[in-house]
């Protein structure tokens, strides 16, 4: 057991909930970086043990909580936030990040008594690609070096932006948390298109991935903003560009607002505990 008299080291990275999807993979992002020392991430689930990361047998598991807080004094909040309420965490010591969908900085702070507590919000699955945009808010209290550390942890998991409020935290977990959410459903919308004019369900499916594959390998390469491909698409005047103007002059973007809008109030439901 771990020496509670003892200090929590500041290179010691600890993940509560680390068998979990994010908990998981945002632990796995920091060993193939190389963004943890090694020996330096610690991990907490309630049965003591963590087969997500089987392939990391030397990682530290352990059920307790409060270990992990004695041991690390940098603490990754990756459980549901309905297990918010039972994370038997005191931590006066650490900076704690949470990925907690919902959960205030306040709450957070409260529940665990963290000297620091900035909020984020990742995808596992763009995380265990490298891929995942995960911005983070800064709370009251955190210091240039805490912020740092954020940008060394999540940006083990792709690419990562402080943001300004913790608003645009709960904006971000509805935007770019839920990979690939809102961009399946979109092309869940052109296989159905393709199907309903004869296209074989097999084929529908390989020219939605191909548009959304290419689409965003575009855009990434070029470095412009999305709009700037659409206004260049309208320019052009072609057959796309009418597609376009119906999209602009119809329901579209606000049926994505209203969706949008939908996952934040959930998320800060589900926050509320």
């Not at 990391?56 to 990754?76: E, F, K, S």
């Not at 038997?88 to 620091?116: C, F, K, N, W």
């Not at 983070?136 to 942890?153: C, Q």
């Amino acid at each position: 057991p771990h020496d509670r008299t003892m200090t929590p080291s500041r290179e010691c990275i600890g993940i509560v909930g680390g068998n979990g999807a994010l908990g998981s993979a945002i632990a796995r992002a920091l060993r193939r970086s190389g963004a943890a020392a090694a020996g330096g991430v610690a991990v907490s689930c309630r049965s003591g043990a963590a087969p997500a990361l089987a392939d990391w047998p030397d990682i530290a598991v352990t059920p307790a909580n409060r270990d992990l807080a004695g041991r690390c004094g940098v603490l990754v909040l990756a459980v549901p936030p309905a297990a918010a309420g039972a994370l038997d965490l005191q931590a006066p010591d650490a900076l704690v990040i949470s990925v907690m969908a919902g959960v205030p900085a306040a709450r957070i702070a409260a529940l665990t008594g963290a000297r620091a507590v900035i909020r984020a919000m990742s995808s596992p699955p763009a995380a265990d690609l490298g891929r995942a945009f995960s911005p983070f808010w800064a709370g009251p209290g955190a210091t240039a070096a805490d912020r740092a550390v954020a940008h060394r942890v999540l940006g083990a998991c792709g690419e990562t932006a402080e943001v300004a409020t913790e608003d645009l935290i709960d904006r971000f977990t509805a935007l770019t948390g839920p990979v690939p959410g809102f961009l399946a459903a979109f092309a869940q919308a052109v296989q159905a298109y393709a199907e309903k004019h004869g296209a074989p369900p097999e084929i529908a499916v390989q020219a939605a991935l191909a548009l959304c594959r290419a689409g965003g390998e575009i855009m990434d390469a070029s470095g412009r903003a999305p709009a700037a491909h659409v206004d260049e698409m309208i320019a052009y005047a072609g057959t796309t560009a009418a597609g376009l103007r119906a999209l602009q002059d119809g329901p579209f973007g606000a049926a994505l607002e209203a969706g949008f809008d939908a996952a934040v109030r959930k998320a800060r439901d589900l926050g509320e505990g």
